[in-house]
């Protein structure tokens, strides 16, 4: 039991403390592994609470209906990894672009984790068909974990020699889910940022946007 409570309390409170004073690098998937010990205080728990096998047998029903909306609404869910949408982004991309269609990663996003680099690493295979104008460094150059992106204003000349780019920015709430039209307003969101400014200025119209949790995903050509 002593063993089981500090296998919980100990890198809880390192993660916690050094989050609150050094940096903050808390996210509940590193305390994944304690999960095993949270399970043998509930066992010691029950067997001292249950006097009689029906009881202990009643005492994990409760216990397992009370994990039930979160196991099954939240854990199974579209967005249940942190809220993150890679796999619906990458699944669009993977229907609707072709080959050859240009590639824009506008990292200036607010939500956590950032930046938006990431998506591209959980799901590659969606995104080799594209020319990824934004890559800077690739994670294994950097012996890091993630790609680099260039800023915008770096994508210039290759986004010249494009005609279809799709762009993939932060979500904008403000926006319907799905819009296509000849020429689409870019949105509070992302009118503001050099990633619509820069395409804009090279003659690309905004034509079709899906928004998802996190992400939206705009389709532009000139």
Request: charged share 15%; aromatic share 10%.
């Amino acid at each position: 039991m002593t063993l089981a409570i500090g296998w919980i309390v100990i890198p809880t409170t390192v993660i916690l403390i050094w989050s609150a004073m050094v940096n903050p690098i808390y996210t509940p998937r590193y305390l994944c592994f304690t999960a095993p010990a949270v399970a043998l205080v509930l066992g010691v728990c029950i067997g001292a609470l249950a006097v009689a096998p029906w009881m202990a047998a009643a005492i994990l029903s409760v216990f397992t209906l009370a994990a039930g909306p979160n196991y099954f609404l939240v854990q199974r869910g579209p967005y249940a990894k942190y809220g993150m949408d890679y796999s619906q982004v990458a699944d669009l991309i993977t229907e609707k672009a072709a080959p050859g269609d240009c590639l824009l990663v506008n990292d200036t996003v607010t939500f956590m984790p950032a930046p938006m680099r990431p998506l591209m690493a959980a799901r590659p295979d969606a995104y080799r068909k594209l020319v990824d104008l934004s890559l800077w460094q690739r994670a294994t150059d950097r012996n890091d974990v993630f790609d680099t992106n260039l800023i915008p204003e770096a994508t210039v000349g290759p986004l010249s020699d494009c005609r279809v780019v799709w762009i993939i920015t932060e979500a904008d709430r403000s926006r319907p889910a799905h819009e296509q039209d000849t020429t689409l307003p870019p949105g509070t969101r992302f009118g503001g940022t050099p990633a619509f400014s820069v395409p804009r200025d090279l003659g690309f119209r905004l034509l079709e946007r899906w928004q998802f949790n996190l992400v939206q995903v705009i389709k532009a050509a000139r």
